[in-house]
């Protein structure tokens, strides 16, 4: 079954075309990285605006040179939650006027059991159950995958993402947006030792928070500014990156211990941190536990990892009409 698929939910505008959920035939992404490194981040006009100019421009050419044409798709899957709005609004309005127009069945897909089956597009014996640890800009989530359409949150961050405290922390150490990516490569540099960063004492056990964090970098560069000292920022990345990676780590295995997985999956932007993948990787083989992550290409926002959980969604008979909507917030 070929899939057509489409994801706009911040500043990737992306199509792919997915067979049975597992096979991509081709997928295209094109980013808005260089205009939104300008601003220091991502400016939702701007996103929305550029996912316009380039939508229709991607329908055409994710069908060069497959083979394939609209008569062979048998349905149109798009991100539909959770997001931007403006930018989401322009796949939804995308997807919904082809599947009218072609009269293809229309799937919306929630953006996290997206970067979820990112991992079956990687590693086609993979299948649910498992414990999955979610981390990108905007979230961070412990999920239970029960089955491929069935999902159930057992921890999730209370206020800033790992992603989103990886971008603040990044910014007043003045390196360029995205930050992750910049704090992954300065961390290489440094010692993460150096500098002993909080980790947050939560009330309930594998819930996350990084605000407090954030806020300790900050305060750190602060006080040495004022005082006139000078910190080496490879430390500092390091440090922090440790900290963090350490949080994610220790919260999925104690999860894991207590729900009796076995099976360890990681997805979603962060994910493709080098120490994040390096210490689950390490512990899982330590446990004698499966590990699954993406390759680095199926991290990152995509249509294929939409077309492949529209795939499932499509066989559990989820459909959406002329009237669906696209939602900033939604659950899993």
């Not at 205009?35 to 316009?52: F, K, M």
């Not at 602060?222 to 005082?227: D, L, P, R, Y």
């Amino acid at each position: 079954m070929l899939i057509l698929s489409f994801e706009s939910s911040c500043d990737e505008t992306a199509a792919a075309l997915v067979r049975d959920g597992r096979t991509v035939e081709r997928s295209l992404v094109r980013s808005q990285v260089e205009e939104h490194r300008l601003y220091g981040g991502v400016v939702p006009e701007i996103a929305s605006r550029r996912h316009i100019e380039a939508i229709a421009g991607l329908y055409g050419a994710v069908f060069e040179g497959t083979g394939y044409g609209m008569e062979d798709v048998e349905a149109v899957a798009v991100t539909y939650a959770p997001g931007l709005i403006g930018a989401l609004l322009v796949g939804v309005n995308f997807a919904k006027s082809l599947s009218m127009a072609c009269g293809k069945p229309l799937v919306p897909v929630h953006h996290l059991r997206g970067h979820i089956a990112a991992n079956y597009l990687a590693h086609p014996k993979l299948e649910p159950p498992f414990l999955c640890l979610v981390v990108s800009g905007g979230h961070s989530h412990i999920v239970e995958v029960l089955d491929y359409t069935q999902f159930r949150v057992v921890g999730r961050t209370r206020d800033d993402a790992a992603g989103e405290a990886f971008d603040k922390a990044a910014r007043a150490l003045g390196f360029p947006y995205p930050g992750g990516v910049y704090m992954d490569k300065a961390a290489a540099q440094g010692n993460p030792k150096a500098y002993a960063f909080p980790h947050p004492k939560l009330s309930t056990p594998y819930d996350f928070s990084f605000s407090g964090l954030k806020t300790a970098v900050v305060n750190l560069l602060h006080n040495a500014s004022q005082k006139g000292e000078e910190l080496n920022p490879y430390d500092v990345a390091a440090a922090f990156q440790e900290t963090v990676t350490d949080i994610l780590t220790e919260k999925l295995f104690g999860a894991a211990e207590e729900l009796g997985y076995r099976r360890i999956v990681a997805a979603g932007g962060v994910s493709a941190n080098s120490a994040l993948r390096r210490k689950l990787e390490a512990g899982c083989r330590e446990r004698g536990w499966e590990f699954f992550v993406p390759p680095l290409a199926l991290c990152g926002d995509n249509a294929a990892m939409i077309g492949a959980q529209g795939y499932y969604e499509y066989l559990a008979g989820v459909r959406g009409g002329l009237d669906l909507n696209a939602y900033a917030t939604m659950e899993i």
